[in-house]
């Protein structure tokens, strides 16, 4: 018997009307490739649990949405996906706006499938090993928080960890606007306190 989550349906019912029938495709795949799947809420994102594990997690904005795997960084069959945003656990194929843009259902079966083995085998998310070396500020990046006083008072107060996000995220961008993008966003998520990945984290 499917599991499906009441509140799955009011979050697909409220998305963007071209986002609704991307989801409702990609959930009826995760169910039919995973019949042992659970759905929650996590995050404020749909969230497919396999075994007590997060598998998957879809999402939706105002004008995309995706689908991620929490094990993404281990997945073979994700190599050869290009995206066009930086590809994170919660945007595994980048920005979806119709379903033709999804990968075939084969690949999409491949890619639950390799998620579902990982998870058996008990891999988990790897995280970046601490440092203590703190991480060189880009000069353009100071020179943007010394526009802005409550941001560069947020940096400089931050973590090393805090920092480190933010300045890896800057100097891994490919192109200058892209860069500029996310130094524009970061300013003022720093100027609000927030850690780059701040949409992910759990609340407590």
């Not at 071209?18 to 994102?45: G, M, Q, S, T």
């Not at 991480?135 to 928080?145: I, M, N, W």
Request: net charge positive; aromatic share 10%; charged share 30%.
């Amino acid at each position: 018997m499917k599991k499906y989550n009441t509140k799955v349906d009011e979050y697909i019912e409220k998305s963007q009307d071209f986002a609704k029938p991307i989801l409702n495709y990609i959930r009826e795949i995760v169910h039919e490739i995973c019949p042992d799947i659970e759905e929650a809420i996590k995050w404020k994102f749909p969230t497919f649990m396999y075994k007590g594990k997060i598998l998957c997690s879809m999402v939706s904005f105002k004008q995309y949405c995706s689908l991620g795997f929490w094990l993404h960084n281990e997945m073979k069959t994700l190599k050869n996906i290009e995206t066009d945003v930086e590809k994170t656990n919660m945007f595994s194929l980048g920005k979806i706006t119709k379903i033709e843009n999804l990968p075939a259902k084969s690949l999409l079966k491949e890619m639950i499938l390799e998620a579902m083995e990982l998870t058996d085998m008990g891999v988990t998310l790897k995280k970046a090993p601490s440092s203590k070396t703190e991480t060189e500020v880009p000069d353009y990046f100071h020179a943007a928080l010394e526009q802005n006083k409550k941001a560069l008072e947020k940096f400089t107060k931050g973590s090393p960890s805090f920092r480190k996000e933010y300045i890896s995220w800057l100097t891994e961008a490919k192109t200058e606007t892209t860069r500029n993008k996310r130094m524009e966003q970061a300013i003022e998520w720093i100027s609000e306190g927030k850690a780059r990945n701040w949409k992910y984290m759990t609340k407590k």
